[in-house]
């Protein structure tokens, strides 16, 4: 049971790295949201998963020279690829100085520059509507709730008891490897499988489950097992 399960681990410890990419904001561009949750870093490369992928960014660059230099702050735009491969780079469109980036954001649809892999990634994009008044982006979080909703946009979520799960099935497979002798351990619900096929569908539903940060924390976790 121990061999069985320590196999199992590793496996699915591979095939969730390979399924994980790096979405790197350039100089410029601030990465607000990832998939309708705020970014875990606005300026500096974000874990997320491969498929269909929305992130909401800005421009926050500055622009001109000398004494007419001063940051140029952008809409927040919405924009959707697909990631297949491992690091996808996110650049604003050409802005070297305040007409040119006025003029870049004048159009409907701005042209971000968008690699993966080093080779340009297509994409949608549709500028964010804010409100009304002196602060149109304020709670932008609801704003763009209120987006997905109007466009029925859904994404993978989680609740306290599921982020409650993962925690449970990670200690109770440490303490199944940990233990030399099958008897010393009472099988738990989670690891009660007996085969490799189950035991990863255990663990591959819970993965899916956890949040972008659990996903994370929990491969850095296995890494550790090795």
């Known amino acids: ?9 590793l496996a699915a410890s591979s095939a969730f790295a390979a399924s994980a990419a790096t979405l790197t904001p ?5 990465l607000l949201y990832v998939n309708g949750q705020e970014a875990e870093s606005k300026i500096r490369s974000n874990d997320v998963e491969s498929g269909t992928t929305q992130v909401v960014v800005r421009m926050d660059k500055k622009v001109g020279r000398g004494s007419s230099q001063s940051v140029y702050t952008s809409a927040p735009y919405v924009i959707t690829f ?12 050409v802005a070297r100085s305040k007409q040119e980036a006025s003029a870049a954001f004048r159009l409907p649809e701005p042209e971000w520059r968008i690699t993966q892999d080093g080779n340009s990634l297509s994409y949608t994009v549709e500028k964010l509507k804010g409100r009304e008044g002196a602060f149109p982006y304020s709670g932008i979080g609801e704003l763009i709730a209120e987006y997905n909703e109007k466009r029925g946009i859904t994404f993978g979520g989680e609740s306290t008891s599921e982020v409650a799960s993962v925690a449970v099935a990670a200690t109770a497979t440490t303490a199944v490897v940990a233990t030399s002798t099958p008897k010393a351990v009472e099988p738990s619900p989670v690891v009660k499988a007996n085969t490799k096929s189950g035991n990863m569908e255990q ?16 491969r850095k976790w296995m890494i550790d097992q090795e």
């Open 203 to 218: 663990l591959q539903a819970l993965y899916l489950k956890a949040s972008k940060a659990e996903r994370k924390e929990f």
């Open 82 to 93: 697909n990631i297949t491969g491992d690091e996808v780079k996110i650049n604003h469109p």
């Open 26 to 30: 350039m100089n410029g561009v601030s």
């Open 1 to 9: 049971m121990k061999k069985s399960v320590i196999t199992v681990l």
